[in-house]
């Protein structure tokens, strides 16, 4: 899950993390020659009714502020760029740091990054609740790092982004702490093991446009009909000893493949992901440890009703663990898009399915805004 807004003027100035030109929020206050300071914030608020929520087994009806996000960037030269971002989400009322990292640029083609930030991972992780094709980060069972590990998908580290082949081949690779794999799945991670090592965890990503290229290294979900994708990307991260409960210890690892295609038609644009996922834990936590995959279709429209355009949506998640329960569920919604990721309203109903538990409904409606 990540950040872009304020950032912009940092991705703009690299031709290796370029921006969507679908975003173009935050002010800049230029200091001097390659100087520069830029500032944004952005929200995504939520009123959703689910299914026997309420206490007296009738539906809940809910209001929520699912994210709230201040976005600082900087450039000291050519050379030397930063960003430090915030994060309020779901029922925590405390910000938390999510991005602060040094942006170091080696060549024309390649820069390190140091701090936190994301790790090399899945499309879905880079392109985090902001800029996607639902409402949010809706491949949360299926790429599970992404809500689940490091500080809401960070990780303190190091990692080198760089580009190849005229930018149709992007790479990523990196170590971290990642000291926070199972942070928000309840299942019983310790660090106080005497058995367990201190590992880093090494993580790496690689994706080729076949169609235009995506120059970037916080990447999108989804462009809106501004470009024809046809990217294919694997990514893989391990960490030895990662898992770790009061009685066991294991090592830690997950791969995937991702594919994004959108093409431009007449009327429009369609677009059609797929993701699978391969998560182990050595046996210490069964509950992590499975196969997934997530499926996703859209069309957005070009032509505008009132303030903005219509892009229906469906997705498909599923995940089956180790420990004979599966999670899936299925989305059926509505963007309107009235300002790219800018502005946006979502209306989904979502069914879930988990097994030995009764199916649950939802209908949620949502507002995205980036300044």
Do not use: C
Not at 83 to 98: A, C, L
Request: aromatic letters at 14%.
């Amino acid at each position: 899950m990540k950040i872009k807004n304020s950032s912009l003027a940092i991705l703009l100035a690299s031709s290796t993390v370029l921006a969507p030109a679908v975003s173009q929020a935050a002010a800049t206050i230029t200091i001097g020659e390659d100087k520069y300071v830029s500032v944004g914030f952005g929200m995504r608020g939520s009123f959703s009714t689910v299914e026997d929520g309420a206490n007296d087994g009738g539906s809940s009806k809910d209001f929520s502020l699912d994210s709230s996000r201040l976005y600082v960037s900087g450039s000291l030269n050519k050379y030397i760029k930063g960003m430090f971002n915030t994060e309020k989400s779901g029922g925590n009322d405390t910000f938390q740091v999510i991005d602060a990292a040094g942006i170091f640029q080696v060549t024309d083609d390649v820069q390190i990054w140091a701090g936190r930030f994301l790790s090399p991972s899945s499309r879905a992780n880079m392109a985090g609740p902001y800029y996607t094709s639902g409402d949010g980060y809706w491949q949360n069972i299926a790429a599970r790092y992404g809500w689940n590990g490091g500080t809401i998908g960070r990780d303190d580290g190091i990692a080198v982004v760089g580009t190849a082949l005229d930018q149709r081949l992007n790479y990523s690779f990196g170590a971290f702490e990642a000291d926070k794999i199972f942070f928000f799945s309840g299942v019983n991670d310790v660090t106080s093991n005497p058995n367990q090592g201190d590992d880093l965890m090494y993580a790496g990503r690689l994706q080729y446009s076949f169609w235009d290229t995506e120059p970037g290294y916080y990447g999108t979900g989804n462009y809106l009909g501004a470009k024809d994708i046809f990217t294919i990307g694997i990514a893989a991260r391990h960490k030895g000893d990662g898992s770790a409960s009061l009685t066991e210890v294991g090592d830690y690892s997950q791969w995937l493949v991702d594919l994004l295609i959108e093409k431009k038609l007449a009327a429009g644009a369609v677009s059609f992901e797929a993701a699978y996922y391969d998560y182990d834990t050595d046996d210490v936590f069964t509950s992590e440890q499975g196969e997934a995959y997530a499926l996703g279709a859209g069309y957005i429209f070009n032509e505008k009703v009132g303030w903005g355009q219509f892009m229906p949506f469906v997705h498909y998640q599923n995940f089956d663990a180790d420990n004979n329960v599966e999670t899936e569920r299925t989305d059926i919604g509505v963007n309107y898009i009235i300002d790219g990721y800018n502005a946006q309203l979502s209306a989904v109903l979502r069914n879930l399915e988990v097994t030995g538990a009764d199916d649950t409904d939802s209908f949620v409606v949502s507002m995205q805004l980036q300044f």
